[in-house]
């Protein structure tokens, strides 16, 4: 099974069984330290899957459990990044396959066979959000920064006409 790169800048993308058989992989064929293995054996086996996020060695592990079908979503992002939106990824990724899961015979079969198209269009969809997103946030940073020099004048203008009163009020104590 060969892993294409991902457009995202995450490590890996991974479907697999609870009993840790990869079905379908894009990214990195494999990470440092193996933190999905860990993930298997810390979380998922001892069922210590309260949380849906763990820091594993150098990555952030988000995953979902689709019960429906046996299986588990993993993104798995290097820690540096401290991208907060894995797990909206990890959670889309649950739904499809999920919806896959549904509608095939064999869900492993059919996931193994066509989930690509189905996760680069979840890639694309999650890029157009974030690029909404990064509009949204540079034009209320932009509004918040108008606002604050808008704010700096109105007081560079009190303190000059405050200065100016004050030195009219000087000029007529001296006459």
């Not at 763990?54 to 798995?76: M, P, T």
């Amino acid at each position: 099974m060969a892993a294409a790169a991902t457009r995202l800048p995450i490590s890996q993308v991974l479907v697999f069984e609870q009993s840790g058989r990869v079905l379908w992989r894009r990214g990195a064929p494999s990470l440092a330290g193996d933190p999905v293995s860990a993930l298997v054996g810390r979380y998922l086996l001892e069922e210590k899957g309260g949380g849906q996020r763990a820091a594993i060695g150098e990555h952030d592990l988000h995953w979902r459990l689709v019960n429906e079908c046996g299986l588990v979503v993993v993104v798995a992002a290097p820690r540096t990044l401290e991208l907060d939106w894995c797990g909206d990824l990890a959670e889309a990724a649950k739904r499809k396959v999920a919806a896959l899961a549904r509608g095939a015979p064999d869900a492993r079969a059919a996931l193994r066979g066509g989930f690509d198209a189905t996760y680069d269009s979840l890639e694309r969809e999650l890029e157009g959000k974030l690029a909404l997103r990064r509009k949204r946030e540079t034009a209320e940073l932009e509004q918040r920064r108008a606002r604050a020099a808008a704010q700096r004048e109105r007081q560079a203008t009190a303190k000059a006409e405050a200065e100016a009163e004050a030195e009219e009020d000087d000029d007529a104590d001296d006459d």
